[in-house]
C-alpha cells in the first residue's frame, strides 16, 4: 500500500512538473518563435529580386549604382540609366543618356549596416554586381544590382526604418498571450485525463 502511495505521489509531481511546464514553456516558445521570425523579416527574408531588363545595347560594364538608379555602359560606349521606381512590365526601364554625364555614389558599396542580410541567390548566372547602402539616422535602405549572363540586370531592394523589430514585438506579446491560453488548456486536458476515474 505504501509503494502504492509513493508511485502516485511521483506520479502526480511528474504530471505537476508537465503542466507547468506546458503553462510556461507554450508562451516563451510563440514569444521567441514570433521576434525570432521578425528578426529574419528585418534582415529581408521575403524581399525578393526584380528583373530590370536590359537596354537596346550589350552591357559591358555597371559604372555607378545609386538607392534608385543604376548607370550601365555599353559595348558601343553608350550611357544607360535605369530608375527602379518607374521601372513596369509594360515598357522598358532604360534610357540612353546622350550627353557625358558624371555620376557618383554618395552612398556605402558593401556596407548591410546590421547584421548579415539574408539575400535570396540571383535567378541566373552573375557576371557583375554592384551595390549601394545608406545607414541613416531613420533606418537602412540598399539595392544590390547583377548583370547576368543573358545581359539582363537585376535588383535587390529593401529598406528597413529604425525600429522594425517593435510591431513585431507587440505581435510576440499577443502570441505569448495566446500561447499562454494553449498551455493552459493542455495542462487541463492532463490533469482531467490523469485523474480521469478517481
Known amino acids: 500500500m505504501t509503494l502504492l502511495k509513493s508511485m502516485k505521489r511521483v506520479s502526480s509531481i511528474k504530471l505537476t512538473f508537465m ?4 503553462i510556461i514553456g507554450s508562451p516563451l516558445l510563440a514569444f521567441c518563435a ?8 528585418m534582415n529581408g ?8 531588363g536590359q537596354p537596346t545595347e550589350t552591357i559591358q560594364r555597371i559604372t555607378v549604382v545609386t538607392l ?24 522598358t526601364c532604360w534610357k540612353r543618356l546622350d550627353a557625358p554625364v558624371e555620376v557618383t555614389s554618395r552612398f556605402s558599396a558593401e ?10 541567390r540571383p535567378p541566373g548566372k552573375v557576371i557583375a554586381s ?19 549572363a ?10 528597413s526604418p529604425d525600429l522594425f523589430l517593435l510591431p513585431w514585438f507587440f505581435y510576440a506579446l499577443y502570441g505569448a498571450a ?5 498551455g493552459v488548456f493542455i495542462a487541463s486536458l492532463l490533469w482531467a485525463f490523469n485523474y480521469k476515474g478517481e
Not at 19 to 22: C, E, H, K, S
Not at 68 to 75: G, L, P
Request: proline residues 0%; hydrophobic residues 40%.
Open 111 to 120: 556596407e548591410d549596416c546590421w547584421g548579415e542580410l539574408i539575400i535570396a
Open 68 to 91: 534608385d538608379q543604376i548607370y550601365v555602359e555599353t559595348e558601343a560606349q553608350h550611357l544607360f540609366v535605369a530608375d527602379v521606381n518607374r521601372c513596369s512590365a509594360s515598357e
Open 178 to 182: 495566446g500561447g499562454g491560453f494553449i
Open 130 to 148: 554592384k551595390q549601394a547602402t545608406d545607414c541613416g539616422s531613420g533606418g537602412m535602405r540598399t539595392a544590390r544590382y547583377v548583370l547576368q
Open 45 to 52: 527574408l521575403s524581399v525578393r529580386w526584380k528583373s530590370l
Open 34 to 41: 514570433i521576434l525570432g521570425y521578425g528578426q529574419l523579416e
Open 19 to 22: 503542466m507547468v511546464l506546458v
Open 150 to 159: 543573358d545581359g539582363t540586370v537585376w535588383v535587390w531592394s529593401y529598406e
